[in-house]
Nanobody, 125 residues
Framework: VQLQAYGGGLVQAGGSLRLSCVVSGRTFSIYGMEGWFRQAPGREREFVAAIKWPLGRTYYGDSVKGRYTISRDNAKNTFYLQMNSLKPEDTAVYYC??????????????????WGQGTLVTVSS
């Protein structure tokens, strides 16, 4: 299974950006979990969002609740992270992981088997 993240770039504070993560090598299962993590310079990687199936329940880190939305498009084998009201502190490399074995620990990196490369998001003030 390979994951490829797209959509990073430079955006002004208050703006929006949508990240995509294309999954190849296997189609989405009715069970599974996809997520987004980010890592800012000099900081540890942190949990951003997750979506768990088969119910499609979503989870968010405290710093992005109400601003970010995670979703999945089965037809495109792609999941997304819609980011609104961006702040300079959202600047980071964003990573998209996935697993075929959903866990209650959606916020742990070890809960995910497969990882895509990161995409850089820079929010200017």
């Amino acid at each position: 299974v390979q994951l490829q993240a797209y959509g990073g770039g430079l955006v002004q504070a208050g703006g929006s950006l949508r990240l995509s993560c294309v999954v190849s090598g296997r189609t989405f299962s009715i069970y599974g979990m996809e997520g987004w993590f980010r890592q800012a310079p000099g900081r540890e990687r942190e949990f951003v969002a997750a979506i768990k199936w088969p119910l499609g329940r979503t989870y968010y880190g405290d710093s992005v609740k109400g601003r970010y939305t995670i979703s999945r498009d089965n037809a495109k084998n792609t999941f997304y992270l819609q980011m609104n009201s961006l702040k300079p502190e959202d600047t980071a490399v964003y990573y998209c992981p996935a697993t075929l074995r959903p866990s209650d620990n959606t916020y742990l990196q070890t809960s995910y088997e497969y990882w895509g490369q990161g995409t850089l998001v820079t929010v200017s003030s």
